[in-house]
C-alpha cells in the first residue's frame, strides 16, 4: 500500500480482556517495527521484525505482550489480560531494509483500558 | 540505562522567525540520528537525518548540528510556518541497537501567527 495502515485507529477494553492490533506495511518493506507512545511521552521500542531472522522481543515489557508477523508482511501485536497501564498509543513503522533507518510510521491505534 | 532527551518540552515561536529545537544525548556510541516530526492524531514523520561523521546537515528550511563533544543535536527551522506546528522528537542509533531507535521525550513547538 501507500502508506502503513494500522487498524483499529481506537480501541477500548475492559480490563483483563484480550486486544489484537493490526499492522500493514508499505509493500517491499522487509523491516517492521512495533513502538508504544504514552500520552506526553516519547516511543518505547517493543519488537522488530526483519524479513525471515528472529524478531528482537527485547522491548516487550511483560510476557502478556506477543507479536506475529506473518508471511513477511502483516503483523498482529497481541495484549493478553490489559491492564490500565498498557493504555497507549500502540505505533507501526516499516523501513526497506536493515540499513534503513528513515521508518515510515502508521498512525497508530490508541488503546484505552478501562 | 542511556537515553535521549530534550532540554524544553514546549517552544513557543513567532510565524516567520527560526525555530531551534534541543537534544542531548549520552550514548556515545550512538553513530546515526534522526528528527521526526509528529502532528496530533498522526505518526511520526521523519524530518532529517545525520551520521556521526557529519557536524551539519541541511534539508528543506532545516538543518541538523551535531555536536559530538557535548552529545548534542539540534533542529533548526528556517521562517517557522503555522504548518510546523507539532511534536519534534530526536532519535538515536547505535550499531549494536541493530535497527532499533530510542527516541527522546519530544519537544511540542507552538507557532504563533
Known amino acids: 500500500g501507500a502508506g502503513v495502515s494500522q487498524s483499529p485507529s481506537n480501541k477500548v477494553t475492559e480490563k483483563g480482556k484480550d486486544v489484537e492490533l493490526r499492522c500493514d506495511p508499505i509493500s517491499g518493506h522487509t523491516a517492521l517495527y512495533w513502538y508504544r507512545q504514552s500520552l506526553g511521552q516519547g516511543l518505547e521500542f517493543l519488537i522488530y521484525f526483519q524479513g525471515n531472522s528472529a524478531p528482537d522481543k527485547s522491548g516487550l515489557p511483560s510476557d502478556r505482550f506477543s507479536a506475529e508477523r506473518t508471511g513477511g508482511s502483516v503483523s498482529t501485536l497481541t495484549i493478553q489480560r490489559t491492564q490500565q497501564e498498557d493504555s497507549a498509543v500502540y505505533l507501526c513503522?516499516?523501513?526497506?531494509?536493515?540499513?534503513?533507518?528513515?521508518?515510515?510510521f502508521g498512525s497508530g491505534t490508541r488503546l484505552t483500558v478501562v | 540505562g542511556e537515553s535521549v532527551g530534550l532540554h524544553l518540552p514546549t517552544l513557543s515561536v513567532q510565524e516567520g522567525d527560526n525555530s531551534i529545537i534541543n537534544c542531548a544525548y549520552s550514548?556515545?556510541?550512538?553513530?546515526?540520528f534522526i528528527w521526526y516530526k509528529q502532528e496530533s492524531g498522526k505518526g511520526p514523520q521523519f524530518i532529517i537525518d545525520i551520521r556521526s561523521n557529519m557536524d551539519k546537515r541541511q534539508g528543506q528550511r532545516v538543518t541538523v548540528l551535531l555536536n559530538k563533544t557535548v552529545k548534542h543535536l539540534s533542529l533548526q527551522i528556517a521562517a517557522t510556518q503555522p504548518g510546523d506546528s507539532a511534536v519534534y522528537f530526536c532519535a538515536e542509533n547505535w550499531g549494536a541497537a541493530g535497527n532499533k531507535l530510542t527516541f527522546g521525550g519530544g519537544t511540542r513547538v507552538l507557532v504563533k501567527p
Open positions: 550514548n556515545s556510541a550512538s553513530d546515526y
Open positions: 513503522a516499516s523501513s526497506r531494509n536493515t540499513g534503513s533507518y528513515g521508518y515510515t
